[in-house]
């Protein structure tokens, strides 16, 4: 009989943004339960003519559907709640992401080619695109995003202060890792918040010193 005990640690519940992974991993339990011919394979029907073998489907049929709807986030259960078979549950989701998968790709792509890092930090915008091309890869296999390209995102829109230095490391013969650049540039900005910092200081001491020699000097005159 198919354990489930086991799988709520490592098999996350389907929900609208991770059908592919969900997908992946369900089909790699439902085989290692002999269960996936039921689903996707040579038993998706009842066999004819067999009372004994129709109750042994019947079985099989139901631990499968069971695993589907136990690995389902409540929001998504309505989609599949009267479904008589394993395949009609598994054919459910797949029509229905392919269409919100599509929706979706859209909203990244255009997320992606309109993003600029504004008041992120360097490791905040890194992340922000490194997540976005992710996603994006996961909802289509074949919109695979090198780091090339992903360099290229990053780099075109970033604050002006940091225009000379990426100019300077462009025109470096071996250019760096994405990770290599990541931490040039935290580099930088870590460079600069400390100089910002010693000039506000500087700038404090100045008006403090100021502040007590203008003082000085009046009290010379009383």
């Avoid at 909203?107 to 992120?120: A, F, H, T, V, Y």
């Avoid at 540039?185 to 600069?192: D, P, T, V, Y």
Wanted: with cysteine; charged share 30%.
């Amino acid at each position: 009989m198919s354990d489930l005990s086991g799988m709520s640690g490592l098999i996350e519940k389907l929900n609208n943004y991770n059908y592919r992974d969900w997908r992946t991993c369900i089909k790699s339990y439902l085989q290692g339960q002999d269960l996936w011919e039921i689903v996707g394979g040579d038993e998706i029907e009842p066999p004819p003519n067999s009372i004994r073998a129709y109750k042994k489907w019947k079985v099989k049929a139901g631990r499968a559907l069971f695993v589907l709807k136990a690995t389902v986030d409540k929001s998504l259960l309505s989609h599949i709640e009267d479904v008589e078979t394993p395949k009609e549950a598994w054919d459910v989701f797949a029509a229905l992401f392919s269409r919100k998968n599509t929706s979706r790709l859209q909203l990244l792509e255009r997320e992606l080619m309109n993003i600029s890092q504004g008041d992120k930090t360097v490791s905040e915008y890194f992340l922000k695109v490194k997540n976005l091309c992710r996603e994006i890869e996961q909802l289509d296999a074949n919109a695979k995003i090198g780091e090339d390209r992903m360099r290229r995102i990053i780099l075109n829109d970033m604050r002006p202060e940091y225009s000379a230095f990426i100019t300077t490391i462009q025109g470096w013969a071996t250019q760096p890792t994405l990770l290599e650049l990541e931490n040039l540039l935290a580099s930088q900005e870590a460079l600069a918040k400390q100089l910002a910092g010693l000039t506000v200081k500087h700038e404090e001491e100045k008006a403090l010193y100021s502040g007590r020699h203008g003082e000085s000097s009046r009290d010379r005159y009383r």
